[in-house]
């Protein structure tokens, strides 16, 4: 085959790749095929993974900002709602950004549940001051969350700290 129509097939195919117009093997197979099994490696990958520590990274540093934002500054309820709704948000829409493109991101799944579970116990102490039965039930409802998403989304270390959190709330109720 002439050296023209092939770069022009394998640019083809390097779009339907980008474009996933069809799946990631068979353009691999059909690259590998027409460039005879000497096709450059991608860069992209690279920049990907740089991508992904830092967002990672990005995602660890929310949890101490949390807590600071939470036990040390007096900022009003609303304020710090605001925060955790913001710092939620971030987890979820970076979460479901990345499980569109086949990459799960533990980290921000774990840190947007961690913090959920910081303000919620937050919130349900400054409104209900003194009283364990509100906090108990938040307690479960945030671990019946992480089993429901981890169920969903097929995360096991979701739904076994869920499991392991009710059972530990119902065994400090009961002790």
Known sequence: MQHKRKSIIINEINYWKKNRLLPEQYCDYLLAFYTEGN??????????????????????????MSVFLLYFTELSIILQTAFAILFIFLGAALFFYFSRKEIILHIPIITSALILLFYSVDLTA?????????????????????ILIGWKWRLVYLSISGGLGIVT?????FI
């Not at 993974?49 to 540093?61: I, T």
């Not at 709330?169 to 109720?173: A, N, P, Q, R």
Request: glycine share 2%; net charge positive.
């Open 39 to 64: 096709q450059p490696k991608e860069d992209r990958k690279d920049v990907n993974g740089k991508f992904l520590k830092s967002a990672n990274l990005l995602f660890l540093l929310l949890i101490p």
């Open 169 to 173: 709330v119902l065994v400090s109720i």
């Open 126 to 146: 400054a409104f209900f001051p003194n009283q364990s039965l509100p906090l108990y039930i938040n307690l479960i409802c945030n671990c019946l969350i992480w």
